[in-house]
């Protein structure tokens, strides 16, 4: 089954904190994997995406990292802010054919960054 | 990136009645537009796809009566909940891309909508 699981489900920081957060996934074939940020009462904005030949990517204080042989990626966040706090999710893109290729989201890990 | 509205933005009304949300695609053609609702502290799930001009694809579970899709140009989606009640209340996300959905999926700010 296609899946996408994120660890933790939340977390709390304190500004000026590093984090990372977890996302495993189950979904074969594999195209590739971003990263949104969802700020409460808004839509997802993405941060990064990544396909299969990709380890790692930057946008500024998000890097997202990438192990598609263990379908395991990551997204650090460094020097963390109080606008950093939001649900982040992972949504990866299937590589099926006869169509379009659904996103399969994760539930999102909740980050608080406390002053 | 691509800019996508959704209009409007918070929408409340009485059960029994009908409501329409539209999403627009500002600065590009949108071949694809997906339909999401969210409910609190879950993640986004597809309702339905629906390519320009042609009949929306509904999710399975989704009431393709209820939630109307209309896909009637390349920058112009909308979703009309009929006959609205309390358990419709959700957030509303749609997101917009081109190329039969092969391309970057870009997210509108998504719509609350409350139905009392």
């Known amino acids: 089954k296609n899946q996408v699981e994120q660890s933790p489900q939340s977390l709390i920081i304190l500004e000026g904190k590093n984090c990372t957060l977890q996302?495993?996934?189950?979904?074969?074939?594999?195209?590739?994997l971003r990263w949104y940020k969802q700020d409460t009462g808004r839509g997802p904005v993405s941060l990064t995406i990544?396909?299969?030949?990709?380890n790692t990517k930057s946008n500024g204080r998000y890097t997202a990292t990438l192990d598609a042989d263990t379908k395991q990626s990551s997204l650090h966040i460094t020097a963390s802010q109080l606008s950093d706090s939001a649900s982040y999710i992972c949504?990866?893109?299937?590589?099926?054919?006869?169509?379009?290729?659904?996103?399969?989201f994760g539930a999102g890990t909740r980050l608080a960054v406390h002053p | 990136g691509a800019v996508v509205s959704q209009h409007p933005s918070r929408v409340i009304c009485k059960s029994g009645t009908s409501v329409k949300i539209e999403c627009r695609s500002l600065?590009?053609?949108?071949?694809?537009m997906f339909w999401y609702r969210q409910f609190p502290k879950q993640s986004l799930m597809l309702m339905a796809t629906?390519?320009?001009?042609?009949?929306?694809?509904?999710e399975q579970g989704v009431e393709k009566d209820k939630f109307l899709i209309n896909h009637a140009s390349l920058t112009l989606s909308t979703l009309t909940v009929t006959s609205a009640h309390p358990e419709d209340s959700s957030f509303y996300i749609c997101?917009?891309?081109?190329?039969?959905?092969?391309?970057?999926?870009?997210f509108g700010p998504g719509t609350r909508l409350t139905v009392t």
């Open positions: 629906s390519n320009e001009g042609s009949k929306a694809t509904y």
């Open positions: 949504v990866v893109r299937g590589r099926w054919t006869g169509g379009y290729n659904k996103l399969i």
């Open positions: 600065d590009f053609q949108a071949t694809t």
């Open positions: 997101s917009a891309s081109g190329l039969a959905g092969v391309l970057e999926q870009y």
């Open positions: 990544m396909t299969f030949s990709e």
């Open positions: 996302c495993n996934y189950t979904v074969s074939p594999f195209s590739n």
